[in-house]
């Protein structure tokens, strides 16, 4: 593959494929949790001790990187630090360099950042530019019970402001952050409903708008529109796919594709595979979407399951045309996933990117070949290469902890303690989630317990 491939992460993980095949169990995916809800006077004291905890954050930065730059010989690893502008630049640098803050680093360029930042710093507003975020994923409730924001979003998203909040207090100027979202970008490979990637957008847009200042914002627009030529390139490029890079990535996709949106119009065919008759059928007549999303999955990462889900499902046939079908339509939506990281390997030539000339690049996967990029932890140093579209938010008597439903069922089997959807008020930023099943988080702790843990929680680790 090409070579800026192999220096690329271009997945989330979620270790969930490992956790289906080696610690499934029936009763884990009966799923049973309870449910109780925040008041709005508790989510409003939340939000307001965010709001303060950025502010909080952001001057510790500060303080802290000004110490270290001071700390740092001329020209070891900056250039001009006795020039106000050149030194306000590598204090910028001196961020991202914190371990809790980028994936990278320890190996960033830090020459290369601190001269991108001195040129950025020439205008009036310092823009910076990530791409982030499909729709939340789902797989029938294995990832998510549902599509919409939550609070790792939020989380992810405090994680930012405190960032560009530490940037405004060095420089003095407003600072933005603007994000260009995937659901578009990868539509012809994972299928993400079109309502769905721009719900989803609004709901992270609502988030962000709440905690903005007069001199901090982030702003969510979409990677690039569809061309009509697009289809022909990304043929082209899935040529370049090879079986073992598929292979290699394979179950991370078979959990990516939105398999609710694919089935839920039965004339669907994916990449030219027809729905079979068979599914179409049990569809129609009111089958469960979720189960059969369950199953198609599961049972591709674990052959031990293929008893169980026959005799849940009752027909032999509709059972091995399902497999067949989900195996069939991953196989090929990894080759395109793949082929369209390649296709935009070269990421500043992106076409969004050349309306932010002056923004300065940040990611949410590493890339080893571009070490001017940093890489934001946006869910915490504990959080790793996990982003929030793949989890949701667990809150125990150990803190905050991100991961997948089924992951979280993992780690309580057996407990005493059931785990609680707890969801947000009717009223307030949040009110997207009260009218399902998908909660604001989950935890295993009366409330005054879980409270306590949010009212204390820091963002960016000591």
């Known amino acids: 593959m090409n070579n800026k491939m192999q220096n690329r992460i271009i ?12 610690e499934w169990d029936v009763d884990i995916v009966n799923f049973d949790f309870l449910k109780e809800s925040l008041t709005f006077s508790e989510c409003d004291k939340l939000f307001k001790y965010f709001s303060k905890q950025i502010e909080k954050e952001a001057k510790k930065i500060q303080k802290s990187i000004r110490g270290r730059v001071e700390g740092v010989a001329m020209d070891v690893m900056y250039s001009h630090l006795d020039d106000a502008d050149w030194y306000q630049a590598a204090l910028i640098v001196e961020i991202f360099r914190d371990p809790d ?14 001269k991108k930042i001195h040129y950025a710093l020439k205008e009036e507003t310092i823009e910076f530019l990530i791409g982030w975020g499909q729709a939340k994923r789902y797989c029938g409730g294995l990832k ?43 539509y012809s490979a994972l299928f993400t409903g079109r309502e769905k990637i721009k719900q989803y957008d609004r709901q992270r847009q609502a988030i962000a708008d709440h905690f903005a200042t007069e001199y901090t914002s982030i702003n969510f627009i979409d990677y690039h529109s569809t061309d009509k030529n697009t289809d022909d390139k990304l043929n082209e490029f899935c040529e370049m796919i090879k079986k073992t890079e598929i292979d290699n990535t394979f179950q991370t996709v078979l959990m990516n594709v939105d398999w609710y949106s694919v089935l839920i119009k039965t004339e669907n065919a994916p990449h030219g595979v027809k729905i079979p008759p068979i599914v179409v059928k049990y569809l129609k007549e009111g089958g469960d979407v979720d189960m059969l999303i369950r199953m198609g999955i599961v049972s591709i990462l674990n052959r031990n399951t293929h008893t169980y889900w026959i005799e849940k499902i009752g027909n032999v046939e509709l059972f091995d045309e399902t497999v067949d079908f989900f195996y069939e339509v991953s196989r090929e939506s990894t080759k395109k996933y793949l082929a369209i990281h ?28 571009r070490k001017d990029i940093p890489a934001i932890l946006t869910l915490g140093r504990r959080g790793g290469n996990k982003l929030s579209q793949h989890v949701c938010g667990f809150v125990s008597q150990d803190g905050v902890s991100f ?3 089924f992951n979280i069922s993992v780690k309580l089997k057996g407990s005493d303690k059931k785990i609680k959807r707890v969801m947000p008020p009717e009223e307030g930023i949040f009110n997207w989630l009260t009218g399902g099943e998908q909660p604001f988080f989950y935890s295993n702790t009366p409330k005054e317990k879980y409270l306590e843990t949010l009212f204390k929680l820091k963002f960016i680790e000591e």
Do not use: C, W
């Open 342 to 369: 390649l296709m935009d390997a070269d990421i500043d030539e992106t076409i969004q990117s050349k309306s932010h000339e002056r923004a300065i690049r940040l990611t949410v996967h590493e890339k080893k070949d």
């Open 11 to 22: 997945v989330s993980e979620t270790f969930l494929p490992r956790n289906i095949i080696t």
């Open 144 to 186: 998510t019970e549902g599509y919409s924001a939550d609070f790792s979003e939020l989380y992810s998203i405090l994680t930012l402001y405190i960032i560009i909040q530490s940037i405004h207090n060095i420089t003095g100027k407003h600072t933005t952050l603007t994000i260009l979202t995937g659901g578009t970008r990868f």
């Open 101 to 114: 803050i980028s994936k990278n680093a320890g190996n960033i360029d830090t020459r290369t950042l601190q």
């Open 403 to 405: 991961d997948a439903v």
